[in-house]
């Protein structure tokens, strides 16, 4: 958390917010936080930076520079959003700052597991993901395919994000619920119908959650800090004893790969 739909929203709205602005400062609080390169050489990099574009790869959020790429990736409570230039809020949890032409780019990180890279070009960092669950190489020949390698639940083969990038708890347990799946099935086992529904459910649910701006249970926020809206269409993921929205049976956790898996024990067996 935050997963695709989550990241996807944000670059919506730093679309709209940051690009064509130029970097004019650069405030690191906590120096961890910048995963390469140095932190001064972070700072002295950006400084006079124009923001071209913003796009997303899997989980990591990428702003395009005059010269080279900036990535973020928010990990567990990372949030990363605009606001006026005058001051900020969440001192206490922020951890690098960018003064904007007429904004300021925060990211803040209770947890501090977020990371920002300063690269020259974003494939360096990126170049292990596999393919985007919503683009047209994602199809369910190709899903068979990668998870007929598999021997571990498909639960953990989907969050493997060298064969499907951005996928996480949340979306995994929505899909596998979706497709009637259970999360400790072989990944191995699926058959060729199977995977066309797992593929096909794979793509609604994120689909669904990025028109709802998200999920957020705790941390979450969009790029202007907003709280998203999905929650309440979950049919699983977080309802632990609640009824199955289609059989009325309790819905049950169990671990799968140290992941708590959320599931209904009659719809997915």
Not at 94 to 99: E, F, P, Q, T, Y
Request: aromatic content about 6%.
């Amino acid at each position: 958390m935050p997963e695709l739909p989550e990241v996807e929203t944000v670059v919506r709205d730093l679309r709209q917010t940051v690009v064509g602005q130029t970097i004019t400062g650069v405030h690191i609080y906590w120096e961890r936080s910048i995963a390469t390169p140095t932190a001064g050489e972070f700072r002295a990099e950006l400084l006079g930076q124009r923001i071209e574009g913003a796009s997303r790869r899997g989980k990591f959020i990428i702003l395009h520079l005059t010269s080279g790429d900036l990535l973020i990736h928010l990990r567990m409570t990372g949030r990363l959003y605009v606001a006026a230039r005058e001051g900020h809020t969440d001192q206490q949890h922020l951890r690098v700052a960018l003064d904007l032409s007429d904004s300021r780019l925060l990211f803040v990180d209770m947890r501090k597991f977020g990371r920002l890279y300063r690269v020259p070009d974003a494939a360096t960092v990126l170049r292990s993901l596999g393919v985007e669950p919503l683009d047209a190489e994602f199809t369910p020949e190709y899903l068979r395919r990668v998870l007929s390698r598999r021997r571990s639940p498909i639960k953990a083969a989907l969050l493997d994000q060298r064969l499907v990038a951005g996928i996480g708890n949340i979306y995994a347990d929505e899909a596998l619920y979706s497709a009637r799946l259970a999360p400790d099935r072989p990944a191995s086992s699926l058959t060729a119908g199977e995977a066309e529904a797992l593929q096909r459910a794979i793509q609604h649910e994120l689909e669904r959650a990025i028109q709802d701006r998200g999920t957020t249970f705790s941390d979450y926020r969009d790029g202007r800090g907003r709280a998203g809206e999905h929650r309440r269409h979950l049919h699983v993921y977080g309802r632990i004893g609640q009824p199955c929205r289609r059989c009325g049976a309790p819905i049950e956790r169990m671990r799968i790969a140290g992941r708590g898996s959320y599931h209904c024990p009659c719809c997915q067996k």
